[in-house]
Nanobody, 123 residues
């Protein structure tokens, strides 16, 4: 069994920054990629960013490229999403996920989901 515990969500003003963390527990996931997805009200869940098992290969959605940075601690496997220059349209529930690998269809590669954490960007 695998649990993914997200933390770090909250309310931030447009242009601000926020950092999300995801701590895996349970069965080790050394060969899995890790990623973040988000779902805004009334919209489908969408890919945000992912990092490969070694922490080197990274992929980003075009909408967050150059604003968000994903990183992975190889020791404890904690995955961090640093978000800057936040926009109102970044408001969503953000989900951590363990993926079987990186590729063109990340949602199909998800093996485990976290519970989600709310990020609200508003004045």
């Amino acid at each position: 069994q695998v649990q993914l515990a997200e933390s770090g969500g909250g309310l931030v003003q447009p242009g601000g920054s926020l950092e999300l963390s995801c701590a895996p527990s349970g069965r080790p996931l050394p060969s899995y990629a890790m990623g973040w997805f988000r779902q805004a009200p009334g919209k489908e869940r969408e890919f945000v960013a992912a990092v490969g098992w070694s922490g080197v290969a990274k992929e980003y959605a075009d909408s967050v490229k150059d604003r968000f940075t994903i990183s992975r601690g190889l020791g404890n496997g904690t995955v961090t999403l640093q978000m800057s220059s936040l926009l109102v349209e970044d408001t969503a529930v953000y989900y951590c996920a363990a993926l079987r690998g990186l590729g063109p269809m990340p949602q199909r590669a998800v093996a485990y989901w976290g519970q989600g954490v709310q990020v609200t960007v508003s004045q």
